[in-house]
């Protein structure tokens, strides 16, 4: 099998080292294409108005001067001309990706973009937290997450969303396929400043939030110790509302 490795955190990412630990346990066909800087909440974002540059840092090991979608996009492109990857890992993500935080997140964009190329695709983050065992969960539990996904067909465009309680490897108590939820819509801290120049700037800061913490979903999974696994799918449309939506244009 041959799995394409990328992230947001950047390329020297200590989160990025442990992504390529857990690739070897599955795969000796393994390449590396992710940004070479840190790219953490860009989204889905596409560079346009600027170049990108590919830099080879060793046998199929490549760094990106732009986003996490321009380095699957590129890789894609440049790199596998004839054989595609067989799977694309997107992490470990330093800090969680719950809830609608997935618009915001890198990570799972990234792999979003390897499943609108129809690759299986799966993004996987740690959360944190402050209890100081780092990235002790996903290093001793990604491969066994990993593993069924790599044997189950999945609908076109789908992208499987992993998070890691923080907790020491022993402690985690085991693994729930869940739902997406969503946190209570507040969105940090707002600071202001004026810069030398005497102009004014406005810089957005990240605080913990209140969670509701709905049954069934991520944000309760990994609020009670559990890895989440959670399908998501790229169809944003709401069909529920179609019909809804085309009798007001009804003549």
């Given at each position: 099998?041959?799995?394409?490795?990328t992230?947001?955190?950047?390329?020297h990412?200590?989160g990025?080292?442990v992504?390529e630990?857990?690739a070897?346990e599955?795969?000796?066909?393994?390449?590396?294409?992710?940004?070479?800087?840190?790219?953490?909440g860009v989204?889905?974002?596409?560079?346009l108005?600027q170049?990108?540059?590919?830099h080879?840092h060793?046998?199929?090991?490549?760094a990106?001067?732009?986003?996490?979608?321009d380095?699957v996009?590129?890789?894609l492109?440049k790199?596998f001309?004839?054989h595609?990857p067989d799977?694309?890992l997107?992490?470990?993500?330093n800090g969680e990706?719950?809830?609608d935080?997935?618009?915001?997140?890198?990570?799972?964009?990234a792999?979003?973009?390897?499943?609108l190329a129809?690759?299986?695709?799966?993004?996987?983050s740690?959360a944190?937290?402050?209890?100081?065992?780092?990235?002790?969960?996903?290093?001793?539990w990604a491969a066994?997450v990993?593993?069924?996904?790599?044997?189950?067909?999945?609908p076109?465009r789908?992208?499987?969303?992993v998070?890691?309680p923080?907790?020491?490897?022993?402690?985690?108590?085991?693994i729930?396929?869940?739902?997406q939820?969503?946190?209570?819509?507040?969105r940090?801290s707002?600071?202001?400043g004026v810069?030398p120049?005497?102009?004014?700037?406005f810089?957005f800061?990240?605080?913990?939030?209140?969670?509701t913490?709905d049954h069934?979903t991520?944000?309760?999974?990994?609020?009670d110790?559990f890895?989440?696994?959670?399908?998501l799918q790229?169809?944003?449309t709401?069909h529920?509302?179609?019909g809804?939506?085309a009798e007001?244009y009804?003549e």
């Amino acid at each position: 099998m041959r799995i394409l490795l990328t992230n947001d955190d950047g390329i020297h990412a200590p989160g990025f080292a442990v992504l390529e630990a857990i690739a070897r346990e599955l795969s000796d066909d393994v390449w590396v294409c992710a940004p070479a800087e840190e790219q953490s909440g860009v989204g889905h974002s596409l560079t346009l108005h600027q170049p990108v540059r590919l830099h080879e840092h060793g046998e199929r090991r490549y760094a990106v001067t732009g986003t996490p979608t321009d380095s699957v996009n590129l890789a894609l492109r440049k790199l596998f001309t004839e054989h595609a990857p067989d799977l694309i890992l997107s992490g470990v993500n330093n800090g969680e990706n719950l809830g609608d935080d997935v618009t915001y997140s890198g990570t799972v964009s990234a792999a979003m973009e390897g499943a609108l190329a129809g690759i299986p695709a799966v993004a996987l983050s740690q959360a944190m937290r402050g209890q100081g065992h780092g990235f002790a969960a996903a290093k001793a539990w990604a491969a066994k997450v990993i593993a069924p996904l790599m044997t189950t067909r999945l609908p076109r465009r789908t992208v499987v969303n992993v998070n890691f309680p923080a907790l020491a490897a022993d402690d985690v108590r085991g693994i729930r396929v869940v739902r997406q939820g969503f946190h209570d819509y507040e969105r940090g801290s707002l600071v202001e400043g004026v810069d030398p120049r005497g102009r004014p700037y406005f810089w957005f800061g990240l605080h913990d939030v209140e969670h509701t913490l709905d049954h069934g979903t991520d944000l309760e999974a990994v609020n009670d110790g559990f890895i989440s696994v959670t399908p998501l799918q790229l169809d944003l449309t709401h069909h529920a509302s179609i019909g809804i939506l085309a009798e007001g244009y009804a003549e």
